[in-house]
Every structure is written in C-alpha cells, then in structure tokens.
C-alpha cells in the first residue's frame, strides 16, 4: 500500500489491485407505517464476506415505498424523524395517488422519494467509516407490513 500527498501531508492510502464487484441481497420483514430497521451490521457483514479491503458499498431499496439514510439510530430521534414526516407528508392528506390507484399509500411514496432509494458508503481496511453514532437504516413508509429485499452491492480491491 502507497499513500498520496493532499496539501503538503501524507494523508491518503491507495490501495492497488483488480477492482471486484460482489452483489447481494438482506431480506427482512418491516412494519410499515414508517418503520425504521437498523441494517449497520448486516452491511458490514456483507462488506467482511468479500474479503474485500478499500471500497464502498452500496445498499439500494427496489421498490417505491421504501428507502435508505443514516441517523443516530436511538428511539428520540426515531421518534423525531417519524413526527416530522408526518407533519410534512401526513397520511390523511389528499394525494392524487389515492385517487389513481385507490391503494391509499400516497404518502408512502412522496416520504420514500424524500428520502432515497440508496446509500453509498465507504470502507477502508474492511470496516464501514460511519461516525461514532452514524447507523445505516431502512426506512419502511408503506402503508403495510411488507418483505423486503434490498440489494448490496460492494466494489473494491
């Protein structure tokens, strides 16, 4: 391993090697009705399963009612962020939607594309570089229980 210069200091380690692509999946049920579900540990784990040492890693929610973030994963703030999408997208305010499709989950779909479908995080020596109290959840916003399947993809040497 090498390392660069970034502004006079020896900052950066480079890793050399033939860059690898591993694509998987995490399964898991959710509650709906903006469940959150901390997933840190099962995208570590698929990070540790490809040997892999620097990259990142990418976990992406198929579907349009449910998404990805990080948060200080602790019930006040999941407290906090749930009251706060029910004051900007609450559940009983009309969506145009409702009356398409007449599957009353509306809402569900305004607070996942608030939110995102993906997240990309880097690693470095085989470990995730989230913040002290930085915790990678799956926000559920569907209007019920559901399986959910959100596929992992990491890329690196």
Same mark, same amino acid.
């Given at each position: ?59 992406? @929610? #198929?579907?349009?009612? %449910?998404?990805? *973030? ?6 006040? +703030?999941?407290? &906090? ?39 990309? @995080? #880097?690693?470095?020596? %085989?470990?995730? *570089? ?6 990678? +959840?799956?926000? &559920? ?17």
């Amino acid at each position: 391993m090498a390392t660069v210069m970034i502004n006079g200091r020896q900052k950066a380690a480079v890793r050399e090697g033939l860059m690898c692509v591993v694509t998987g999946a995490i399964e898991f049920s959710s509650g709906g009705d903006a469940d959150m579900i901390g997933i840190t540990a099962e995208v570590a784990e698929a990070v540790a399963r490809t040997g892999l040492r620097d990259g990142t890693v990418t976990v992406f @929610v #198929p579907g349009a009612t %449910g998404a990805v *973030t990080t948060l200080e994963f602790e019930p006040g +703030v999941v407290h &906090d962020v749930q009251e706060m999408l029910d004051q900007i997208t609450p559940p009983d305010r009309h969506y145009v939607h409702n009356d398409n499709l007449k599957d009353g989950n509306g809402h569900s779909h305004v607070r996942a594309g608030l939110v995102g479908p993906s997240l990309t @995080v #880097p690693f470095v020596d %085989g470990r995730l *570089t989230l913040g002290r109290y930085q915790t990678i +959840v799956f926000c &559920d916003f569907d209007a019920r229980p559901r399986d959910r399947q959100l596929v992992v993809q990491v890329m690196g040497v």
